[in-house]
């Protein structure tokens, strides 16, 4: 999938929506729990309930790998089930991987052949090498890690040379990695002022924004300062959507606050004159 | 598993070798891929033959992680039968992940708690956050990437502020999250004459040392830069040991190479009266 076919998409739905698929087994329902597979009926369902309002989905490996390989199995299972229910619905394996060159290479493997993703997080900081494997896959997107929204995110991403800080170093010098059709960058909702000035450096790329939602943030602030021509945001919402409600309503209610989402987000995107 | 304990299991075999199962269904010889794993029955094979002159192994997670669940079955596999075969074998799980705090606690519980490793290999570019919860485990260890030996190391690690490095910055702050006894950092053996520069800063660490064999890379000068009172380094080799030959005889040729860089090291660690 390329930038115009994910503007596409977007304008379909009405929505720049993407769902992490935090999938944790001391969080979901425990009527799930005495289901063959829990973890993969939990996402079902959260699936199911979501997609007519979502372009994206984003699985967070760090879930499905604590489990071990019974995990990864719930998880093949979710992204083939994804791929079932719509084929182009654009999948992120949220692996914030980075590794050198032959190593990198097999993580390629990993997720564009052996599985079928769109898309892996990657972090920059072992530099081209832990990218390159990934951009040269057409049709497959890498997401570098750029402004993070966690609080420790200043230990290192705003490290400074006197003339820009690391995060902005990464996007400037990872830009050389890839197009517009194949890189996109993580930066933090929580700094939504920022991403004026991040749009000033980065105008053409797609930004994936976490932290909507359970870790605050603004949807109408990262629209206002983030969007472009190709709407180019996915903005991710985890805990607020799929752990919104805990009884055997989860699904009906995940349902809710993804509407709500999309709602907002189709007043956005007609703010901006992209529908 | 602490720093003295580390130590002692290096005098005692007179080796700071480390063992990277680096294991690549497409590289390991033909006769293996008629047995039931193949990929575990490589790796039982070359820890039989190289578990007398070695401290560590360190799985490297993207090889088994690209052939989906059934990669990640045989590392599991692996790890039980290193504990059986040694108990306090020092096992590193490369796996070079780093993420925010929920996250990392996840990945946390994966390594340390549903399997049996002693250490995770963690990028520091999110800072605090995804590495605290590694360092929370008594007896665990975090190795933080700071000097890598790829190419492209150069890209953001060399990044300066006018005083430091990013990847000095990142061994200075991060010695803040973790003890002599929980925290070891990545550093290129590409790079030993900057291990003298190093050690400098950081002369308790473990540091582990990557680059030595088919990434070039020399043991003497390694061990002349970078060793300390308690040895203070875990030498890698991957490639070097595990594919020195590709024919029914890899697991003899394995121990050959191996024995050989324990000599070298038995001599370099009495060199530095540590036998």
Not at 125 to 144: E, H, N, R
Not at 170 to 199: C, F, H, P
Not at 240 to 255: H, L, M, P, R, S
Request: proline share 3%; net charge negative; aromatic share 10%.
């Amino acid at each position: 999938m390329n930038a115009a076919q994910l503007f596409e998409s977007i304008r379909q739905k009405k929505s720049f929506l993407c769902v992490g698929l935090d999938t944790d087994i001391q969080k979901i329902p425990k009527h799930l729990l005495d289901t063959t597979d829990p973890i993969f009926n939990f996402n079902k369902e959260i699936i199911d309930a979501t997609i007519a309002y979502t372009v994206a989905y984003k699985p967070n490996l760090a879930f499905y790998e604590s489990l071990g390989y019974s995990g990864m199995e719930s998880l093949e299972k979710t992204v083939k089930y994804l791929r079932q229910k719509q084929e182009d619905i654009f999948i992120i394996a949220d692996a914030k991987r980075g590794d050198i060159g032959n190593t990198a290479a097999m993580y390629a493997r990993a997720f564009f052949d052996h599985q079928d993703y769109d898309a892996v997080t990657l972090a920059p900081y072992m530099g081209a090498d832990s990218v390159l494997p990934f951009t040269t896959y057409l049709g497959k997107w890498a997401i570098i890690l750029a402004l993070t929204s966690n609080k420790s995110a200043s230990d290192f991403q705003y490290f400074n040379d006197g003339k820009q800080a690391l995060f902005e170093k990464v996007m400037e010098t990872s830009k050389q990695w890839g197009t517009t059709d194949n890189l996109m960058y993580v930066v933090g909702a929580t700094k939504a002022d920022m991403l004026k000035d991040i749009r000033k450096h980065t105008p053409e790329h797609f930004l994936l924004v976490p932290g909507v939602g359970a870790q605050g943030g603004s949807l109408a602030e990262v629209a206002e300062n983030g969007m472009n021509h190709q709407c180019g945001l996915l903005v991710n919402s985890s805990r607020g959507i799929i752990y919104a409600d805990t009884t055997e309503n989860f699904a009906k209610v995940a349902a809710q606050k993804a509407s709500e989402l999309q709602q907002e987000m189709e007043v956005e995107l007609k703010k901006a004159g992209l529908l």
